[in-house]
């Protein structure tokens, strides 16, 4: 199903914000895969390949009837399965005529399709994401569509977080983050990367979300999911509060949330969100957060942004160099390592793709 | 001539309308080759390759002096058959010196040109045009340059009036082309598809024409000539006077006209018109239906216009996909066996092509 | 260090005016090497390979920190030798982190950089471009950035200046440089094209600049130094008093100076100056000269650059055919054979590349 792309395709990526899918038809490219979306008269989302099978015309350029759509050229209709319902001026339907259904689930407020063999598609396997459900975290999210990078390079971003010293030195970074010692551990789909800061000075904007001066104890628990949600458990707490033994009542706690789809080989969906479990009601600070983020360019995310999206060209052209590793990309090296080993995994022993077709 | 192009090369293609040839030099591709068109001295129109002998440098970039163009580089003149007549700084001219010159018919007032062996190009060979004359049939055409598809699509497009009902649904759309059936027949060069729907209500356009309630007999009667024109005689009469018959006095007739010419693989100029034998004197009616055609992307081409580019990038997307076909496609399939059966023969028994280079 | 480009490496290619390298970093692509260029705190100009040792991120995106880069993605610290002299979090630094150096020398008021071989890199070699030093020769130059043409084809153009006649003809054209036969010679890294219009009617231009009436001794010298060096003297002198003897005192002299470095094999940059010794301080001459040659698309260069690109375009689409030659081709001729034959040296006698990786 896949040969030789740098993305696993039997895995669930988020295609859409639960709120973006309505009564239209929406295109989105996931995995090189052209799918149109849309909602269900009975509230489930469905995902179908965007080509008609006639003549290719995608088919979000036609318009929903009830359950199906309804191709805009020659007007063949298509059911939430997939299967062609109707051909113009003709009784007999081809019962071959269908296109692609695709696996989808609704959670977490994103939607997440499974570009893979659909009988591999088990909602269990679903990321864990509940940080962005909005009860117990409260936060304002986005997306940057078709960022133009391989999302690895996205996972590779926030399994380090040195880069903040440097890209958002204004704002979150520290030379702490530096000095201090990380560690990273692994298991079979996830790798973590925990980094405890004790007794420092805050950063800026986390001595403005805790308000009150003095030292702290920092931590940094980033959490990469297979192949592409890593969660960001941060906080800072008054120092000797008993935070690194446990007890973070005395401080503030927050978690960037990224969940990835890639696009094409060179380019990805980023979902994000950065929640919080303090002042969960003050909706301003949401807002504030969201724009320290994401900020008509000005925003930490919006560095990024512009730093992968470089990185990318880069690449492009210098193709056979490989990268060299710093002690700094132990993280992103685990997730990377899982990543190669799903990839391996579909290719299947002899190299080639095990997924059916 | 060619090899592996998805266009013949012997045939007359439409470059231009006569009125935009005139004493300035006028680029134009045509089956991927460079074209610059200009028109002598005695009226005629000459056609040479756009590229100079010496260095490339487009000779539409120079100056026409009489009957020859100057190149705006270094000066060397060419004839209007293409032979150089001038080498700056030098009395002795390459004998070999020239560019190609292309065999061109200005008729139905259009400028044909044959991009492949000149040997061939004969004028009898030129579609027949004749209801774009000015004559008998009236009405104001245009033309969509470089529009973004495989000159086949709009073939296809015109050789099945089904799509009428979902892309023009609000115009000459209409329930009737789909429940009636119809007939292809096919010659040598060409093939038709007539469609004859019996009492029925008139759609929006035909009734305003016809300008008397009533139920009518609506007839399509689409003829591809090949490789590249399909004229389409459309209208509608009163029913049960007679038109299936043979007597359409009572009714209104009008004709869509089509010359289509490959520019790249993916590109093609479409020369259009819909004339009508009824009111032909009536100038606000011929410019009513050219804005009902085309109309800043609200006209009925216009809509196909979006419908034919968005197949190419589906196309282009997929390349290895086939096309499935429908009842509907009969007229479109024969047209591309004739088309196919053109690419055979210049490519020759062995696959090479015949055409002299 | 090359392979089949259609630029020699081993050579110093002009990056920059002299004026335009401070204390911030600038990225200009040479050979298709990404260069980043600044100045140290001694005064003399580094060039530094544009890409981070460890994921790539453009250099000059970072930062200058005294006479080092630090990467703006992860903070790494590159000196001006190219070493890498901190890492992020680590003591040790892996002692293969380096980018590259390129040789750089600043001289005649542009910043030469030698993209090959470092160790065949000598100061003597740059070439004598001692018009453009401010000193004698007085004049206001520019740079197209990013011509799109290969970067020979403004050698061919400058080394025949027939086409003044034809590109320029509304101002330096004249119809006695196609009547005037011209002579060429040619040295290890040299060739020459002399021309000498005796006793003609000034061009506009020259006609100006000399500021009496009568008849003139026209000359144009034009010399090529390989690879990328052109300097064209030219001027006129009243007719009879001895020019073409040696004795320009009568006359007025200019000097027309091209050093132009490729960017990628259909590019490059083309730093220009049209210096002359008559009426030196005369600074509104001087940003009149200037103006005359680029002036927003009005000017002689821009009538270049138009042709230039227009001739690049069409090569891209005949990749295969042949330039053919008139005798007017002989200076370019020359320069075309010295620059293959430093081609052919740099890739060896086994057509493999001597120069060291």
Chains 1, 2, 3 share one sequence.
């Not at 295109?27 to 489930?44: N, S």
């Not at 008993?242 to 969906?269: K, M, W, Y």
Request: one cysteine or more.
């Amino acid at each position: 199903m896949t040969s030789g792309k740098p993305f696993p395709v039997n895995a669930w990526y988020p295609a859409a914000w639960g709120n973006e899918v309505d009564r239209t038809l929406k295109a989105r490219t996931i995995c090189e895969q052209e799918i149109v979306l849309f909602r269900r008269t009975d509230g489930a989302v469905a995902a179908l390949e965007d080509a008609c099978w006639h003549r290719l015309l995608p088919l979000s350029m036609g318009r929903l009837a009830g359950d199906q759509v309804v191709c805009g050229y020659h007007g063949l209709v298509f059911n939430a399965s997939g299967r062609c319902t109707h051909m113009p001026a003709q009784q007999t339907i081809n019962p071959s005529a269908c296109v692609r259904a695709y696996p989808v689930v609704e959670k977490h407020r994103l939607v997440w399709v499974w570009p893979g063999d659909p009988a591999l598609a088990k909602e269990a396997l679903v990321p864990d994401f509940h940080w962005n459900d909005g009860a117990e975290w409260k936060g304002e999210g986005g997306t940057f569509y078709s960022l133009k990078c391989d999302w690895r390079l996205v996972v590779d971003n926030l399994m380090d977080l040195t880069h903040e010293t440097y890209v958002h030195s204004d704002s979150i970074g520290h030379d702490a983050i530096l000095d201090t010692p990380f560690e990273v551990t692994h298991a079979e789909n996830t790798a973590t990367m925990t980094r405890w800061m004790i007794d420092i000075d805050p950063p800026p904007f986390w001595a403005k979300q805790l308000g009150r001066p003095g030292k702290v104890d920092r931590w940094q628990i980033v959490t990469f999911q297979a192949p592409a949600v890593v969660i960001g458990d941060v906080g800072v707490a008054p120092a000797a509060t008993g935070a690194p033994q446990g007890d973070r009542s005395h401080g503030v706690n927050g978690a960037f949330l990224a969940a990835i789809a890639p696009e094409t080989e060179t380019s990805c969906h980023y979902f994000w969100n950065f929640v919080r479990t303090f002042r969960t009601d003050d909706e301003d600070l949401s807002r504030a957060l969201q724009r320290a983020h994401v900020n008509d360019g000005k925003g930490v995310y919006d560095q990024d942004h512009v730093v992968l999206e470089a990185q990318q060209r880069a690449i492009n052209r210098h193709p056979r160099q490989p990268f060299y590793n710093l002690n700094i990309d132990a993280g992103a090296l685990w997730a990377r390592r899982i990543i190669d080993r799903m990839l391996e995994q579909e290719r299947g022993p002899q190299g080639s793709v095990q997924a059916a077709e």
